[in-house]
């Protein structure tokens, strides 16, 4: 019995220890507990996470020749759609350009992705997406430079850029009058993909 009891409390002790040491961990890495158990969770990208982000990377390659996205900002068009439209749409950004060259952010939500727009002479310049955060690895964070290859073939250009101190690949793909350039922080980690007219 009182064997019993003490297994019980040893139990309950490393469990609560465990706890506060997930809590901890999220206060001071900046990562909130679900955070850090949800990218425990989706480091492992299985057969079925490949086919959606797949899915997802095909999703592009017909919008882009009307220099559109798929989803939620299939209604904007570079070159065409205004910042007044945008956020008639999307409501303010929730971080707003400081220049001509920043961007209107979108931050991904629930089961939305993240997008940002440049705009020129208040017309969109460029749009980017940034994915989801949740179940990434089912979205661009699936999308590996292998698969990009193997399903589009050979890019226009891949080109080496810098983003501070990190080096980033850009592999472009023109799609008529657009060109469409995925960014890479590595060849399995898709950061962003751009759209926007074609030399531009």
């Given at each position: 019995?009182?064997?019993?009891?003490?297994?019980?409390?040893?139990?309950?002790?490393?469990?609560?220890?465990?706890?506060?040491?997930?809590?901890?961990?999220?206060?001071?890495?900046?990562?909130?507990?679900?955070?850090?158990?949800s990218?425990?969770?989706?480091?492992?990208?299985?057969?079925?996470?490949?086919?959606?982000?797949?899915?997802?990377?095909?999703?592009?390659?017909?919008?882009?020749?009307k220099?559109?996205?798929?989803?939620?900002?299939?209604?904007?068009?570079?070159?065409?759609?205004?910042?007044?439209?945008?956020?008639?749409?999307?409501?303010?950004?929730?971080?707003?350009?400081?220049d001509?060259?920043?961007?209107?952010?979108?931050?991904?939500?629930?089961?939305?992705?993240?997008?940002?727009?440049?705009?020129?002479?208040?017309?969109?310049?460029?749009?980017?997406?940034?994915?989801?955060?949740?179940?990434?690895?089912?979205?661009?964070?699936?999308?590996?430079?292998?698969?990009?290859?193997?399903?589009?073939?050979?890019?226009?250009?891949?080109?080496?850029?810098?983003?501070?101190?990190?080096?980033?690949?850009?592999?472009t793909?023109?799609?008529?009058?657009?060109?469409?350039?995925?960014?890479?922080?590595?060849?399995?980690?898709?950061?962003?993909?751009?759209?926007?007219?074609?030399?531009?």
């Amino acid at each position: 019995m009182k064997t019993q009891k003490s297994i019980k409390q040893m139990i309950c002790t490393a469990t609560l220890t465990g706890v506060l040491a997930v809590g901890t961990l999220g206060v001071t890495s900046g990562i909130s507990p679900v955070q850090t158990a949800s990218a425990a969770t989706t480091s492992k990208v299985t057969a079925s996470d490949s086919q959606m982000a797949l899915k997802t990377l095909n999703s592009f390659y017909k919008p882009a020749l009307k220099g559109q996205f798929p989803g939620n900002a299939s209604a904007f068009t570079v070159g065409k759609t205004t910042r007044n439209e945008v956020v008639k749409a999307f409501g303010k950004p929730d971080q707003a350009m400081k220049d001509s060259d920043g961007f209107d952010v979108y931050h991904a939500e629930m089961g939305n992705p993240g997008y940002a727009f440049n705009y020129k002479l208040t017309k969109i310049r460029e749009m980017r997406y940034m994915g989801t955060s949740v179940e990434r690895q089912t979205n661009i964070g699936g999308i590996t430079m292998k698969m990009l290859l193997k399903n589009w073939y050979t890019p226009t250009s891949t080109t080496t850029i810098k983003n501070g101190k990190l080096k980033q690949t850009k592999v472009t793909y023109v799609r008529g009058a657009y060109q469409l350039e995925f960014i890479f922080n590595s060849s399995t980690e898709l950061d962003h993909i751009n759209l926007r007219e074609k030399g531009v």
